[in-house]
Nanobody, 117 residues
Framework: VQFVESGGGLVQPGESLRLSCVSSQDIQTGFAMGWYRRAPGASIELIAVIRKDGFTNYPDSAKGRFTISRDNAKNTVYLQMDNLKSDDTATYYC????????????WGQGTQVTVSA
């Protein structure tokens, strides 16, 4: 499976970005789709999940600021990020999520988000 993430950039604290991820595979085939991020020097973090039934879930670091959505017809998953903070600086990736909540084996290049005044 190939993922192509886009939409990152350099923004100031408090601003918004919308990330997109196009999958080469039907995004409805797996248990869920997710957005992950890896900050410099940190391990990868799951920050948003959307299941096939539309249920969404976020860790506390993203809750209330990030919104994941999907367009099944376009095999695309989105991440709307509002009120960005410097701690959100990271490379963002999307991936499938199995029913064991582990990501799939394939990763895209990611898209860089930098939040800085």
């Amino acid at each position: 499976v190939q993922f192509v993430e886009s939409g990152g950039g350099l923004v100031q604290p408090g601003e918004s970005l919308r990330l997109s991820c196009v999958s080469s595979q039907d995004i409805q085939t797996g248990f869920a789709m997710g957005w992950y991020r890896r900050a410099p020097g940190a391990s990868i973090e799951l920050i948003a999940v959307i299941r096939k039934d539309g249920f969404t879930n976020y860790p506390d670091s993203a809750k209330g600021r990030f919104t994941i959505s999907r367009d099944n017809a376009k095999n695309t998953v989105y991440l709307q990020m509002d009120n960005l903070k410097s701690d959100d600086t990271a490379t963002y990736y999307c991936n499938t999520i199995g029913n064991d909540y582990y990501p799939g084996p394939d990763w895209g290049q990611g898209t860089q988000v930098t939040v800085s005044a």
